[in-house]
Structures are given as structure tokens and as C-alpha cells.
């Protein structure tokens, strides 16, 4: 056999000393075998992959085929941009960046012989030209695409109405309880698909309209992209209404009682956050949605469910496993359904498995540190209860992102366990990880006393209290403060290259409107994606006017106190920070938002109004989150090869939906539960995030952030300028570094110390950390071809059974209580943990703590 010899410049960062591939020469074969024109051959050598072993026998054919008519020069060349384009990419397999740093060392290095180093070679650029380098999107998304295939027709828009609509109001009723469940996607799907399938066969094929607005009402069998666009028109409707968060803190009595808040207004103030947010998301598509570093791992499981249901599947041994994923998905729901009666209704304390403090009810020391309810619940065992464990989603993001996260938590409830034990700033005489904004008496800070007419009122203030917070409420804002400066200064830095294409190309699709977006990127599905037409990059920027327009009339009709200058400055926040943001989260699953820095600034800028505070988190946080699940969709159409202009229409109106029927809910819920967001409310409709906003309002709306960052909590004030400081050492250890830091992100170590200051602590988080080191480490790194099969249909289903059983109990037992009374459902509310007032440091016996009366102003 002939050979020739070809020297190839690897084209490597100088900074990576671990593989130091500074210019190597590289001896390496041209020459077509034999082997290669075996495709049973291949696919065993696939098999033996511990990187490809997840390719399916469908996508392996595709992938032979391509593989064939490579060059051994262009595999070579599409592997060496490989280590530039993925170098410290987390999601992309450590195994693989060795492999192919191994495989541009040449075939001796490579030690398998020429005939399989030729074939590798061949075999892992057609993986990266053809499908995906990622094992997570290779088991749920097909390298083929079928451009016949119906995705928008009259029935999609008729079903998948019906179910947003349910969706909305379901999720958005019942968001306000602890621990709250919902809709997922997941569940929607399993009622799309029954209802489209049986209108296909119920439905007459009649034709209606005329000319070219003539369609088909039943065009024929429902189809997988019939299924995912309806899915996508649905996800509007199982996300709660943005602006409906801070409705109870604004209108219910217990809080501002601002009875001027209306259903008009509601639908206003949601018209503007969330067509903002979905206008955004057109706009973001080159940085989050086109790049193939954009994994989006909390979209894959929709994606997967989908063609588990939907498309047929081939019978395979997989690890001894032949049961097909359709009857797995349907034995794991059900089992899920029976069990989640257990933990939710009939044995409660295995939903908060407080066990320790059975043994000392009434130590509060116990309570304190390994409680689930008040403490910060270090404990390794805390629930046996679904929606406990999958609260961090830890069988769908990846393992990094959850062990990230949980170490930040862990360091900030150990930080919040010193701060009370030293009494730091007062927070040992008060509960240690809680919401609640406190007066110098221990009690619950009455803002009437410090208001004349809805503004703060000095001298009132002088003569009552000024507001105390616990530890996890400091913790909470002082990381979050860092967390904004430090996210967007570290993401700039390390995704600098994407960012800046993504800028240049939105410019030039300005300049020129006939430019394909699709033509900047390379990868296999903006390829396929070239056949649909594009969504024009003005018809979004349409929308985001329309959107302002929508904001402006609700603040200038109704007396939010909030400064027409203030909607647009937190708009151009918003648009500033969302990139990176966005871009963290298409590679981990995690988000950082505003809502934080939107309050802080609503302190600043209307001073002593909590209400204008609230207004500005609202318009910050609103238009951030809503930007991401429109995006993450957007993604899921990509990923799902379906028309761009379908998805826009899709989404249009099914966020209109959306807005009437979720404002509709909240007056129903309002009307209809008595003592709703009160601590004790008999149904668990106890309302935290409201408690969390009030707390925040306080602080930083009506006693303003200067006197409490001046006077009570003068440290925080630098927890931006540490955030941006600290960005740049941290990029640069994880530049020169990535083999020994590949899986260290420090701005999810970050967001875990973020998680306080509120009624959830480690206990929440302990059991999912478990489940994703079992499953999205173990099992997907040892038996990764089982986990590609069925590891997000397991997912799935067990959420799906658990939420359909958390309807039922909660409509048939719950809504109206139905009490059953015994041990089981009594003994982790008992003593110190349950009653929720523990504190390190009894109140000193002058009865108040804290400067002393007339000291502070």
C-alpha cells in the first residue's frame, strides 16, 4: 500500500502546557482500507468506544456512509480545530480531547496501527462534521433530517392551545406552594400526543379556506415535528407568568396591599416582559442557539421523550436491557404515580426526613445545623420525595453543574453557621436562613410604622426599628452582588471569540437582509436548518418596540411611582448582561439574572419606595428569565429541524395565551384560598418568594440601600467590585490550567453560595447531588449506551407520574384538607425545626438588640 507523508500544524494554544502541542509533525496515512467498506465492522469498532459507544444503529449507518467519502487531510484538519473550538468546554468528553490530541500526534503515538488510527481518525471528525461531539446530544437528536415532514398545521395550533391554556393555569395556581410541583413539558407532551393522534384518526380530512389561506383539517397520521412544535407552543404555557411572581407581595394585605394592581395591569406589565423577552431571544439566536457549544441541557429530555413517543424504535440488547423505551417510560410513570402518595400525602416525613432532630425536638443547636426547615440542613439524608430530589434538575443537567453548585452551597451555609455562632452583625438573634425582614425586637418589621402616605418617613423610622436580616439573607445578597460583576466579566472573558462572531454577524444581517444567518456556522443542523426559511431579524426588533409600548402605558395608567427614565434604564441592563448570561446557561443549565441588582438600582433610584424596588426586579428579572425560555425553545426547533417562521408563530400565540389565562388564575387563587401566603396556610400555599421579595423591598426600597449598606451591612456595597476582580485570576487559572481544572466553574460555585436566604437550604439540594453523581457520572461514564437510551426517559417519567399524582392529591385531599393525622405526618414538623423561630442568642434583657434607641438615621 502507498503512503504518503503530510505534516500537520496542530494550531493549539502555546498556554496548554499539559499537551503541549506546539507545532508538531505529524506522520500520517492518506491511504483508503479495506476495512473501512465494512460497515458491520465499524460499527463494532464504534462499539468499542467508550466516547462513541451512544451512537445508535440508525445514525451509525449515516455516519458510515459520510465517513467513506472523507479525506484523511480533512479529518486531520477538522480535528485540530476541534482542540481550539472545545478547548475547556465542559460538556465536551474529557476521553474525546484526549483521544484527538493523542490522534494529531500521528499512528505511532496513536498505537493501534495504521488501519484503525485511520479509521478512528476518520471515524471522530465525522462524528464532529456530521452529527455531534457531544454524548448528550447525539441520544436525542438524529444527524438526518426529513424536510417533508409536516410541522405546521391547523391541528397543531388547536391542541396545543388547549393544553397551554391548561398548562398556564394549572402551574400558575399552583407555583405558591412548598415544595411546589408543575406541568413539565414532559407531562404536556404525554397529553399532546394522545389528543393529536386520536384527532388524526377522529377528524375529517375537510379542506377550509380559500386561495392560499386553504388548509387541511386532518392532513393525515400526527407527526414528530407536529408533536415538538406543539410542544414548543406548550413550554409557553407551563412557565409561570414572569410579572404574576410579584403580584402577593404587591396587592395582598399581609404585604403592600396595593389593591390598584389589577387584572388590566397584570396583563399590561406581562404583554411587556414577555414579548421583551421573546423579541431577545430572536436576537440572541447567534450566540446561544447556532453555536454547537450551545448544548442546552435542560431541553434534551423534551427532546427525547418526543421520539420515544413518537418515532419507531429498533429492538436492542443494551447492557442486557431489551425493554423498549416507550413501555420503560410507561412502567417508571406509573410507579411513580402509586409512590409519590407515600411522601406527599400518607407518610410525609419522608418528603422533609428531618430525622435528626426527632431524636432532640426541642435542641436548637440541632435544629439550627442539621434541620430541614429552619436550619441549613446538613444532613445526608433529607428526602425520599421526587420534587425534593429532582429540584436541581440533577438527571438532566450535567454532573458539573450540579457538584459546582452544591460545593457554593455548602460553603455558604458553613459561612452562615459562623456568622450566627460570632453574633456577626446581630445575625445570632435571629433564625438563621430565612426571608423575613426583622425589627430590633425579634419581631417581623412592621413597614406602617416607617411610612406616611406609602414613603418612608425618617422620624418614624428613628423611633422604631431599623430592619435586620438573618445570615442566609446576607449571604444570599452579598453573593449575588458578586455574582453579577463576576459572571459577566468571567463570560466575556472566556467566550470572547463566539461573542464577538455573534456581534459581527448580527451587524452584517443588518446591513444585508437577503444574508443567510446559517451561513457563518459550519455545523451539521445549521446546515440541514438552510432548507427553512429564516425568521428576519426585524420582525423581532418590531416586536421589542411593540413590547416597550405595552410597558410604558401600564406605568404612566396606573401609580407604580416608577419614573419612565428607570423602565428604559433597566432595559438596557437587561440587554447588557444577557448574553453572557444566556451563554452560561446553553452550556450548564444554570442562569444568573438581574433581579438582584434591578432591586438594588430600584433603591437608588426612586428612594423609599418599596413598591418602585419590586418594579424594577420585576421588569429586570421578567424580561431576562422569559428571554431564556423563549430561547431554550428556539433551541429545541433547531435541534428538532423545524421550520424558524413556524416556531415565531408558534410562540406568538401561545404567549398570548399564556398572559390572559395566567392572569386569569391569580384572581381565582386570590378569591379562593383562604389565608393564602401566610407561613401557617393549611395547604402549603405559604407563597416564599413573595416573603423573599418583601424582606428585599424593605432593605433596599423603603429604608433605602444607602442606610443599609452605609450603616447596617457596610460590606456588601463591595461585593461588586470583588465580583470583577476576582473574575480575571479565575479565568486565567482555568486558561493555563484546563486539565487540572476542566470541571471547576467558579460561577457555579458562585450561584450555589447564592442559594439562601429563604426556607430552602442544603436539604433540598443533598438528595439531587446523589442522584446526579449516579447518573449523569457513573452510569453515563461506565454504561454510557444505557444512559443515552434511558437515562432522560427515566427522568421524564418519574416527573411525569410524580406530577400527576401531585394533581390528584392536591385537587381530591388538599385544596379542601382532607387531615391525616398520625406520626408519620407529624413528627418532622415537631419541636424546634418545625415551629421555625430558633435562633443562636437569646434577645438581651433590655429586649431589643442592635444600636441603641436614636442611634441610627
Known amino acids: 500500500m502507498e503512503k504518503t507523508e503530510k505534516v500537520v500544524s496542530s494550531q493549539l494554544d502555546l498556554e496548554d502546557s499539559y499537551y503541549n502541542e506546539k507545532k508538531d509533525t505529524v506522520q500520517v496515512s492518506t491511504t483508503s482500507f479495506e476495512r473501512i467498506e465494512d460497515p458491520g465492522f465499524i460499527i463494532e469498532r464504534i462499539k468499542k468506544s467508550d466516547d462513541l459507544e451512544d451512537i445508535f444503529v440508525e445514525d451509525a449507518e449515516f455516519i458510515i456512509e459520510k465517513l467513506k467519502t472523507m479525506e484523511i487531510d480533512e479529518a486531520l484538519e477538522i ?36 488501519e484503525l488510527y485511520d479509521l478512528d481518525v476518520r471515524l471522530e471528525a465525522s462524528m464532529i462534521k456530521f452529527h455531534s461531539p457531544y454524548p448528550e446530544v447525539r441520544s436525542v437528536c438524529s444527524p438526518i433530517d426529513d424536510p417533508t415532514m409536516r410541522a405546521e398545521t391547523f391541528r397543531v395550533y388547536l391542541i396545543a392551545g388547549l393544553w397551554t391554556s391548561f398548562a398556564a393555569f394549572v402551574n ?6 412548598q415544595p411546589h410541583f408543575n406541568l413539565t413539558s414532559q407531562v404536556i407532551q404525554l397529553l399532546i400526543l394522545p389528543t393529536g393522534q386520536a384527532y388524526s384518526k377522529i377528524v375529517p380530512n375537510w379542506r377550509i379556506g380559500a386561495g392560499k389561506y386553504k388548509f387541511e383539517l386532518n392532513p393525515g397520521p400526527w407527526t414528530f415535528k407536529e408533536q415538538m412544535l406543539a410542544t414548543i407552543m ?107 402518595f407515600l411522601p406527599d400525602y400518607l407518610f410525609t416525613a419522608l418528603a422533609t426526613f428531618n430525622w435528626p432532630t426527632w431524636i432532640a425536638p426541642e435542641n436548637k443547636n440541632l435544629a439550627i445545623i442539621m434541620g430541614s426547615k429552619l436550619g441549613v440542613g446538613l444532613n445526608p439524608l433529607t428526602s425520599f420525595d421526587w420534587s425534593v430530589i429532582n429540584y436541581t434538575y440533577p438527571l438532566i443537567v450535567p454532573c458539573f453543574t450540579v457538584s459546582n ?16 455562632y460570632t453574633n456577626y452583625l446581630n445575625t445570632g438573634f435571629l433564625p438563621p436562613n430565612v426571608a423575613t425582614v426583622y425589627d430590633r425586637y425579634g419581631i417581623k418589621y412592621n413597614t406602617t410604622r416607617v411610612l406616611t402616605d406609602d414613603k418612608f418617613d425618617l422620624e418614624k423610622y428613628k423611633a422604631y426599628s431599623p430592619p435586620f436580616i438573618s445570615a442566609g439573607n446576607l449571604v444570599l445578597n452579598g453573593a449575588d452582588y458578586a455574582l453579577t460583576t463576576f459572571g459577566f466579566c468571567y463570560i466575556m472573558l472566556s467566550e470572547w471569540p463566539i461573542i464577538k462572531e455573534a456581534v459581527a454577524g448580527f451587524y452584517k444581517s443588518l446591513k444585508d437582509r437577503k444574508m443567510s444567518n446559517y451561513e457563518r456556522y459550519k455545523d451539521p443542523m445549521s446546515a440541514m436548518m438552510t432548507k427553512y426559511a429564516e425568521v428576519p431579524d426585524w420582525w423581532f426588533i418590531l416586536m421589542l418596540l411593540f413590547s416597550i409600548g405595552m410597558g410604558l402605558i401600564a406605568l404612566k395608567c396606573y401609580p407604580t411611582e416608577v419614573p419612565v427614565w428607570v423602565f428604559f434604564a433597566i432595559m438596557a441592563i437587561t440587554i447588557a448582561l444577557i448574553i453572557p448570561s444566556m451563554i452560561m446557561y446553553a452550556s450548564t443549565g444554570y442562569m444568573f439574572t438581574v433581579y438582584l441588582l434591578g432591586t438594588l438600582l430600584g433603591g437608588y ?19 431576562d428569565e422569559q428571554a431564556e425560555t423563549y430561547v431554550g425553545d428556539q433551541k429545541m426547533a433547531h435541534y428538532a429541524k423545524i421550520p424558524p417562521r413556524a416556531v415565531f408563530r408558534a410562540q406568538v400565540i401561545a404567549t398570548l395565551l399564556q398572559i390572559f389565562v395566567s392572569a386569569g388564575s391569580w384572581e381565582m387563587l386570590e378569591n379562593g384560598i383562604p389565608d393564602l401566603c401566610s407561613t401557617t396556610q393549611a395547604s402549603k400555599f405559604v407563597c416564599t418568594f413573595a ?17 443599609t449598606f452605609d ?56 438528595p439531587g447531588l446523589y442522584a446526579s453523581l449516579i447518573f449523569m457520572w457513573y452510569i453515563k461514564t461506565r454504561y454510557t449506551l444505557w444512559w443515552a437510551k434511558y437515562n432522560y426517559i427515566l427522568s421524564s417519567a418519574i416527573t411525569a407520574g410524580t406530577a400527576f399524582a401531585g394533581i390528584l392529591i392536591f385537587i381530591a385531599l388538599q385544596y379542601k384538607p382532607k387531615t391525616l393525622s398520625w406520626w408519620g405526618n407529624t413528627v418532622s414538623s415537631a419541636g424546634v425545626d418545625g415551629a421555625l423561630v430558633a435562633h443562636a442568642r437569646e434577645i438581651p434583657a433590655s429586649g431589643y438588640f442592635g444600636p441603641d434607641e436614636g442611634t441610627w438615621s
Request: glycine share 8%.
Open 79 to 114: 480535528l485540530t480545530e476541534a482542540t481550539v473550538y472545545f478547548k475547556g468546554d465542559m460538556n465536551f468528553p474529557l476521553k474525546s480531547m484526549d483521544k484527538i490530541h493523542l490522534m494529531l500526534k500521528g499512528a505511532e503515538a496513536y498505537g493501534q496501527g495504521e
Open 605 to 623: 433610584w426612586v428612594p423609599g419606595s418599596g413598591i418602585a424596588c419590586i418594579f424594577t426586579r420585576a421588569l429586570g428579572y421578567g424580561m
Open 234 to 340: 406548550a413550554n409557553a404555557g407551563v412557565s409561570v407568568s414572569i410579572f404574576l411572581y410579584y403580584m402577593p407581595t404587591m396587592r395582598l394585605d399581609m404585604f403592600y396591599g396595593k389593591a390598584w394592581m389589577t387584572y388590566g395591569f397584570n396583563v399590561l406589565m406581562s404583554f411587556s416582559c414577555q414579548f421583551f423577552g421573546l423579541s431577545v431571544a430572536g436576537i440572541l439566536r447567534r450566540w446561544v442557539i447556532y453555536p454547537v457549544k450551545a448544548v442546552w441541557p435542560t431541553i434534551l429530555p423534551t427532546l427525547q421523550l418526543n421520539r420515544t413517543l413518537v418515532l419507531p424504535e429498533r429492538r436492542a440488547n443494551i447492557h442486557g436491557w431489551t425493554i423498549s423505551k416507550y413501555k420503560f417510560f410507561n412502567i417508571t410513570l406509573a410507579c411513580a404515580f402509586v409512590y409519590f
Open 405 to 420: 453548585r452544591y460545593a457554593g452551597t455548602l460553603i455558604g451555609g458553613i459561612i452562615i453557621l459562623i456568622m450566627i
Open 172 to 177: 400558575n395556581m399552583i407555583y405558591w406552594r
Open 691 to 707: 416573603h423573599t421579595m418583601y424582606s428585599q423591598s424593605i432593605l433596599l426600597g423603603v429604608v433605602g440601600p444607602q442606610r
Open 711 to 766: 450603616t447596617l451591612y457596610p460590606t456588601m456595597k463591595w461585593a461588586f467590585l470583588i465580583g470583577a476582580l476576582i473574575a480575571v485570576p479565575c479565568w486565567l487559572l482555568r486558561r493555563y490550567f484546563p486539565r487540572y481544572l476542566h470541571y471547576w466553574q467558579p460561577v457555579l460555585i458562585l450561584a450555589g453560595v447564592a442559594r439562601w436566604g429563604s426556607s430552602y437550604n442544603l436539604s433540598y439540594y443533598t
